[in-house]
């Protein structure tokens, strides 16, 4: 089978890096070492285009799922960190509104906690990090209005969107900051304001969750429109967000948002109109990452069997479409997928996606 474009190696999403995770789950580290020596073969970046998906923060955590990241490996990420936070101080202290990339998961800050939670011992610079993202719940003034610390000029892709945006999604939204928060909460990591910040996200959520995102006209709105059916996913819509809504409640110790976020999982997997949006099999957007989320949110509540139907339901679905994807890495390839298929997670590679 031949891919339909030339991998980035460094690359968590599509490149080799990717495929060792799934060789280090299977616990087959001859050709895990292949596909890293692949990855690092023309050096590895540690620059602004450096995180949880890409160069030395994505190879550590690759690394460290084999308990193999060294002391090199950790310092070079700790210079990215400390770029990234200078940076984001520096912003800060302008008083402009963020671009995605200084905090989401896929880019920026979020993934970086991502990566940093996942050290044993817990990494020094975590708490650094972690208010760092608690500043976004601070509201912002730009071009004399009021916006919610995230809100962003430009979208997932980069292109100025008028009047800006506050992203709702997993990957790319405020549902990571979320999510990472609420795992440090769960972990016994603790830093000011931090419990606070979990419950501005998640009530901001509550609101305006059932968009990818929301604009400048959903703010002076009463009430948020009516979202348009949209393609239920990890990356964006409501699973994904309900997941985050989990760990908030789990980390605040709130069993009604418990209860909700889980309602909304089962309702929305149970919904034929929903899972017709399915279009593929990947972690990303298809059913192998409903597949680990939903065992993830089934993991952590008290009524896990209400879910295992829909477990088999998911799981028959990726069995039957996984070969067909064109790309092989691990968000929008079969490496991803078999990793979702096989149901095991002894590495916890799943960190990757802050579903665990």
Known sequence: MTETTVPRTQDLSEGALGMALLDIERRDLATARRHLARATAQGVSTGSNASLFHGAPALEFVLARAHAAGDDVRE????????RLAAAHRRQVSGAVPHLAEWDLIRGLTGLAALLLSRRPIAPRLPDVL??????????RDDGRMLPGWWSPVGPDGKTMVGGHGNNGMAHGIAGPLAVLSLALRAGIRVPGQEEAVGTFATWLDRHGAHYWSTAAHLDAEQPPPADPARPSWCYGQPGIARAQ?????????PARRQAAEDTVAAVLADPLHLTRIT????CHGWAGLLTLTRAVAA???APARFAPLIQELHRRLAADWERLPKSGFMEGRAGAQLALHATDTTSWSRALLLT
Do not use: E, M, N, Y
């Open 300 to 302: 952590d509540s008290p």
């Open 280 to 283: 593929d099999s990947t972690l």
């Open 131 to 140: 208010a760092c993202l608690i500043v976004l719940a601070r509201p912002v």
């Open 76 to 83: 070079a990420v700790d210079r990215v960190v400390d770029a």
């Open 246 to 254: 989990q760990l908030a409640a789990l980390g605040l110790g709130d």
